[in-house]
């Protein structure tokens, strides 16, 4: 990991920004840290670190409010790293599928997430291992919104996570949903009973599959857009809760 730039946010926040081979990320850590604090490792879809930057940056501020450290890294096709053509036809299909009114196939699905989720999942891992190789920050891990089948496959493979933070969505394969069940990691979902990109009974079967013998469904009405703003408080005091 090679550090590029860094910054202290304006309520006493480091901010670095880095790179992991060809992968740019964000780490950020209380400033005034005395000891080594847990991580959380921060999700986000695939629309660039660039443009979720105020998101990310927003939930940063929350977590070291906590006392915790933060990081997200580029996803694979996202932002300036390299588009692979499989997943811009998959992209594309989906597209097509949607304005033509039609029902989204399981092959677009496993097309457009799975292999996603097979680059995005090591490339997580590599970032673990260099994020908690630093001084400043331990254990334990969790991880928090994104892609929910890149963190159902997280929290099934990477045994450093302790507990989740999930953000509803559609369009999960069949595959991560069988996967689900062999999550048991304390979860807390969030969706938003309006959402109208996401199906609420899928969302609700997925949650269903879940294998944890602590989950909980915070779910709030509204659309997308419409999270509350107390819902990065309950978040906040699930993370309190496993990593402290």
């Known amino acids: 990991m090679r550090f590029t730039s860094e910054r202290h946010l304006d309520d006493g926040v480091l901010e670095r920004a880095f790179t992991l081979g060809d992968i740019p990320g964000f780490l950020w850590t209380p400033a005034f840290a005395t000891a080594q604090v847990p991580l959380i490792l921060l999700g986000h879809p695939p629309l660039g670190l660039g443009r979720m930057y105020p998101r990310l940056v927003a939930r940063a501020r929350r977590a070291a409010a906590d006392g915790f450290a933060a990081a997200a890294i580029e996803l694979p096709g996202s932002g300036d790293r390299p588009r692979w053509a499989a997943a811009e036809r998959a992209r594309a299909e989906l597209h097509r599928v949607l304005a033509a009114g039609e029902a989204v196939s399981d092959e677009i699905v496993d097309a457009l997430v799975l292999p996603l989720v097979d680059r995005a999942v090591p490339e997580s891992q590599a970032a673990l291992d260099a994020f908690l190789s630093l001084p400043e920050v331990g254990g334990p891990v969790g991880y928090s919104g994104g892609v929910i ?69 915070h779910a709030n009405m509204g659309g997308h857009t419409g999270v509350p703003w107390y819902a990065g408080e309950d978040a906040g005091r699930f993370f309190a809760r496993h990593l402290r």
Not at 192 to 200: A, F, K, L, P
């Open 149 to 217: 089948s890149i963190g159902i496959r997280l929290a099934v493979v990477e045994p450093r996570i302790v507990a989740a933070g999930l953000f509803a969505g559609s369009f999960v394969p069949r595959l991560i949903v069988e996967q689900a069940r062999q999550v048991t990691i304390p979860l807390h979902v969030l969706l938003q009973w309006d959402d109208e990109g996401n199906d609420r009974q899928a969302a609700l079967e997925l949650f269903d599959a879940f294998g944890s013998t602590e989950k909980t469904l």
